[in-house]
């Protein structure tokens, strides 16, 4: 494990640190580099366990021991607190960064092998939404995590450290555009079930009292909910009954009743 100390911000082994806004993760690190960044040693712990490979490994002095044996071969660059402030633009509480190498997608087809439920992630752009569906998927038994072409990134460090690390414990991977998707499930005996507001929609517990045996629940995009090709390829159109003039749920909320009604039977 090569330790460099780096004084100054503006290094250029420092680059991948560098003001870590949610624009240049996506636009430019995740499609030009292939890279994450995991936050704190419990956080890059969980993604090596998870065959994950760390670049580097960003960290202040009185936190080196909490990375030596995470890293690998990777080097670790020992900073002072200030100079993490500066390349990220917040203070840097959990101690250690890392940039992550991201791994290939697999295919929709290996991630749905086996499975029997898979919750699909349409659009959701708030990482806070994705990663709490996250650890709703794991703790309320779902096998996989699908996710749209333009949903929010479950590796960008708020989703990760929202999902508690569950997005390096549950299957995901990344949807094709429908209706392409809507055959790939179907090719692999999902029934589709979309959790939306809408005319002659069938009540949850209707649904999970005779759910079929593989189901695919599909979660819109905050304010918008799921869009209109989305509807248009599932089997089944599904509401959570509401009261006290509200008319929704939270996403991530609404993944949870829905998740927990659709498995509890089976856990009991």
């Known amino acids: 494990m090569p330790i460099e100390h780096v004084a100054d911000p503006a290094d250029p082994r420092l680059a991948d640190y560098r003001d870590l806004t949610d624009v240049a993760l996506r636009r430019v690190l995740e499609p030009a580099g292939g890279l994450y960044i995991a936050e704190s040693a419990k956080v890059i712990g969980r993604a090596v366990a998870a065959g994950h490979r760390p670049r580097s490994v960003l960290v202040q002095e009185k936190w080196v021991d909490d990375v030596r044996d995470l890293a690998g071969d990777a080097p670790v660059y020992v900073v002072p607190a200030e100079v993490a402030e500066q390349l990220t633009g917040y203070q840097v509480h959990r101690g250690a960064l890392a940039a992550m190498h991201r791994p290939v997608a697999p295919p929709v087809a290996d991630i749905i092998a086996g499975a029997r439920l898979v919750v699909v992630l349409e659009d959701i752009v708030d990482h806070t939404n994705v990663g709490a569906a996250f650890r709703n998927a794991a703790a309320l038994g779902a096998d996989a995590v699908l996710v749209s072409p333009r949903c929010a990134d479950p590796l960008y460090r708020?989703?990760?450290?929202?999902?508690?690390?569950?997005?390096?414990?549950?299957?995901?991977?990344?949807?094709?555009?429908?209706?392409?998707?809507?055959?790939?499930?179907?090719?692999?005996?999902?029934?589709?079930?979309?959790?939306?507001?809408?005319?002659?929609?069938?009540?949850?517990?209707?649904?999970?009292?005779?759910?079929?045996?593989?189901?695919?629940?599909?979660?819109?995009?905050e304010g918008d909910g799921l869009s209109r090709r989305a509807l248009e390829a599932a089997d089944t159109v599904v509401t959570i009954p509401m009261a006290g003039g509200v008319d929704s749920l939270n996403v991530a909320a609404a993944s949870a009743v829905a998740l927990w009604s659709l498995t509890h039977d089976v856990r009991s």
């Open 158 to 221: 708020r989703s990760v450290r929202v999902s508690m690390g569950t997005v390096f414990q549950v299957p995901w991977t990344r949807l094709p555009e429908w209706p392409e998707a809507r055959g790939i499930l179907h090719d692999g005996g999902f029934h589709l079930a979309a959790l939306a507001l809408a005319e002659g929609a069938v009540p949850l517990d209707d649904f999970a009292a005779a759910r079929p045996e593989r189901v695919a629940l599909m979660l819109g995009a």
